[in-house]
C-alpha cells in the first residue's frame, strides 16, 4: 500500500518529467483537453509580451496554457 504524504506546499504528487502530451480543462464547457506542443500557438499581447493559446475544439475558446515550454 502505497501512502502519499503532502509537503509544506500541499502537494502530495509532483511531477519529475513531463512527457510530450498535456492536459488542461476548458473553462467555458468544461471538456478535458490533450493538447501536444506542436498545437500551441504563441501570440504577441503586448510590446515584448508573448503568451501560448491552443483552441477548445467544443466551444472554440482560446485557452491560455503555461509552462509548455518545459522539456
Request: charged residues 35%; positive net charge.
Amino acid at each position: 500500500m502505497l501512502i502519499f504524504r503532502k509537503g509544506g506546499d500541499g502537494v502530495a504528487v509532483k511531477v519529475i518529467r513531463y512527457g510530450e502530451k498535456r492536459r488542461i480543462i476548458c473553462n467555458i464547457c468544461g471538456s478535458l483537453l490533450e493538447y501536444e506542443k506542436e498545437d500551441i500557438k504563441t501570440v504577441q499581447t503586448g510590446m515584448n509580451e508573448y503568451e501560448k493559446e491552443i483552441v477548445c475544439p467544443n466551444c472554440s475558446e482560446v485557452i491560455r496554457v503555461k509552462g509548455a515550454e518545459r522539456e
